[in-house]
T-cell receptor, first 114, second 112 residues
Framework: GNSVTQMEGPVTLSEEAFLTINCTYTATGYPSLFWYVQYPGEGLQLLLK???ADDKGSNKGFEATYRKETTSFHLEKGSVQVSDSAVYFCALSDLRDSNYQLIWGAGTKLIIKP | DAGITQSPRHKVTETGTPVTLRCHQTENHRYMYWYRQDPGHGLRLIHY???????DKGEVSDGYSVSRSKTEDFLLTLESATSSQTSVYFC???????????FGQGTRLTVV
């Protein structure tokens, strides 16, 4: 079956550091891949997405590239800010699932210290 | 922002009582989902709907039921609340596979 594995958190970095949050997946079909972010006390919101191999999603300085050969979708940012502190979720949606369910990673908490 | 509203936002209830959470959308999206979020478990799907009166179970459906009599409303009912159902519940809507899911603000439910 489909699954998503994320690196465990919390991840603690200093402001302006480089960020990588690893995400790998298994899928039987042709998934679309997503990164969502959840700020404290709020619901999840889409950060970026990629719908086919080699696509790069980007938003607010974050990037992730859909790597079919390594089944990965790692989230990166060149210089993090305190305001990036949140929980980040990797997810996939598989074309073969007619109900378009999202399969979620466990989430990675990111803490940025000034 | 997508029009999706959950109510209530917070609720405290006693063990054994029925509880209904409401998700209301103004986007006319076909797919609606109920998740629960617990520390260490990420998001777990409870039930989902793929149309009016069309619903199905997710991975943690025991003790929950849902109804969708209109496109815009998706109700989650705990028939007899238990302490293990203390959680934060999120509703989400989705238009199709390649579109994003929009989430409500969540309902924090405490069963005492």
């Amino acid at each position: 079956g489909n699954s998503v594995t994320q690196m465990e958190g919390p991840v603690t970095l200093s402001e302006e550091a480089f960020l990588t949050i690893n995400c790998t997946y298994t899928a039987t079909g042709y998934p679309s891949l997503f990164w969502y972010v959840q700020y404290p006390g709020e619901g999840l919101q889409l950060l970026l997405k990629a719908t086919k191999a080699d696509d790069k999603g980007s938003n607010k300085g974050f990037e992730a590239t859909y790597r079919k050969e390594t089944t990965s979708f790692h989230l990166e940012k060149g210089s993090v800010q305190v305001s990036d502190s949140a929980v980040y979720f990797c997810a996939l949606s598989d074309l073969r699932d007619s109900n378009y369910q999202l399969i979620w990673g466990a989430g990675t908490k990111l803490i940025i210290k000034p | 922002d997508a029009g999706i509203t959950q109510s209530p936002r917070h609720k405290v209830t006693e063990t054994g009582t029925p509880v209904t959470l409401r998700c209301h959308q103004t986007e006319n999206h076909r797919y609606m989902y109920w998740y629960r979020q617990d520390p260490g478990h990420g998001l777990r799907l409870i039930h989902y709907s793929y149309g009016v009166k069309d619903t199905d179970k997710g991975e943690v459906s025991d003790g929950y039921s849902v109804s969708r009599s209109k496109t815009e409303d998706f109700l989650l009912t705990l028939e007899s609340a238990t302490s293990s159902q203390t959680s934060v519940y999120f509703c989400a809507i989705k238009e199709s596979m390649n579109t994003e899911a929009f989430f409500g603000q969540g309902t924090r439910l405490t069963v005492v």
